[in-house]
Nanobody
Framework: QVQLVESGGGLVQAGGSLRLSCAASGRTFSYYAVAWFRQAPGKEREFAGGIHWRTGQTSYADSVKGRFTISRDNTKNTVYLQMNSLKPEDTAVYYC???????????????????WGQGTQVTVSS
């Protein structure tokens, strides 16, 4: 059974940093992408960024480029989202998701992801 467990959310002031973790288990993720989506109240779930497990290729939404960095630790089967220079508009529930995507692509649509974590709240105060 595939499980994705997020951790690391919390409350931070604008300009601060947080690191989210997504611990994956239950299968081999070699040809999977692991992405971070976020959903603010009253808004649709949106792609923040993702990484292909095999190739390490990353992709980011324009709104987070230069501030967020995704990395993976193969030995721990964990993907990280390092968030710097946080803004109040980054406030959302952040979800980790995994989806089969072949040889290196990282898709931005939630429909491409089969497995989801429970989400972790990130709140950025102004």
């Amino acid at each position: 059974q595939v499980q994705l467990v997020e951790s690391g959310g919390g409350l931070v002031q604008a300009g601060g940093s947080l690191r989210l973790s997504c611990a994956a288990s239950g299968r081999t993720f070699s040809y999977y992408a692991v992405a971070w989506f976020r959903q603010a109240p009253g808004k649709e779930r949106e792609f923040a960024g993702g990484i292909h497990w095999r190739t390490g290729q990353t992709s980011y939404a324009d709104s987070v480029k230069g501030r967020f960095t995704i990395s993976r630790d193969n030995t721990k089967n964990t993907v990280y989202l390092q968030m710097n220079s946080l803004k109040p508009e980054d406030t959302a529930v952040y979800y980790c998701a995994a989806g089969y995507q072949g040889y290196g692509s990282v898709e931005g649509s939630p429909n491409e992801y089969d497995y989801w974590g429970q989400g972790t709240q990130v709140t950025v105060s102004s």
